[in-house]
Nanobody
């Protein structure tokens, strides 16, 4: 199983980024996929979830600014991040859970700074 995240970078407040996570080694379309983030000195937190049927859920802190989506043909989950704020700075991880075990990508750094 592999989860390869990309798309992070440095962006100014109010800017946008699109993260991608390409999966392999499992039946991607069968699983809910998650994006988490971890800021320095803080616990990892769940940002967004998309189920296998396309239902989405968001943390209150990113609702109406972030959009999670998936392309099952490409085995890829995306996180479109708009109106970025300083407090969105973190390492972002894609994740899924199977049989009670969490699988994690390597993380991609998002830095919001002026």
């Amino acid at each position: 199983v592999q989860l390869q995240a990309s798309g992070g970078g440095l962006v100014q407040p109010g800017g946008s980024l699109r993260l991608s996570c390409t999966a392999s080694g499992f039946t991607f379309s069968s699983y809910a996929m998650n994006w988490y983030r971890q800021a320095p000195g803080k616990q990892r937190e769940l940002v967004a979830t998309i189920t296998s049927t396309g239902r989405t859920n968001y943390a209150d802190s990113v609702k109406d600014r972030f959009t999670i989506s998936r392309d099952n043909a490409q085995n890829t989950v995306y996180l479109q991040m708009n109106s970025l704020k300083f407090e969105d700075t973190a390492v972002y991880y894609c994740n899924f859970r199977a049989l009670g075990f969490d699988y994690w990508g390597q993380g991609t750094q998002v830095t919001v700074s002026s």
